[in-house]
């Protein structure tokens, strides 16, 4: 059974534990949806509360909430979620985009005058 493979580590207070299986990490009352997470074989980290294949750890399936207390879709399954929702205005896309505007309007006003 998938749920019982011990597969994901978790970082906690900057100490990465595991592995551990979909049931430990049910059970951990130290877990947030903000907690950092890895599969085994991945290097990279991404918060549990945005990883689908962990959405089971916590009450509120399917939702991610972002501390300023927005909630967003899970984006993809497994650790190897896509993190930048480019619709979310908290996202870092918005901000690049954002000033990539704010440059254009800086350099046309300055061509003009």
């Known amino acids: ?3 019982n493979l011990k597969v994901w580590y978790i ?3 900057n100490q990465e534990e ?5 049931q430990d990490l049910k059970k951990d009352r130290r877990l947030t949806p903000f ?8 290097k990279r980290w991404y918060p549990i ?3 689908k294949a962990l959405k089971a750890v916590f009450k509120d ?3 991610f909430e972002s501390k300023n207390g927005k909630k967003a879709p899970l984006l993809a399954d497994g ?3 896509l993190l930048l929702n480019p619709s979310d205005p908290d996202s870092p896309i918005t901000l690049i985009v954002f ?3 704010l440059l254009v309007v800086w350099l046309i006003y300055n061509s003009i005058f």
């Open 1 to 3: 059974m998938a749920q």
């Open 11 to 13: 970082l906690i207070e």
């Open 18 to 22: 595991g592995p551990y299986s979909l």
């Open 35 to 42: 907690v950092l997470v890895r599969k085994s074989g991945s």
């Open 49 to 51: 509360g945005r990883v």
């Open 61 to 63: 399936e399917g939702v």
């Open 79 to 81: 650790p190897e979620a």
């Open 99 to 101: 000033i990539i505007l």
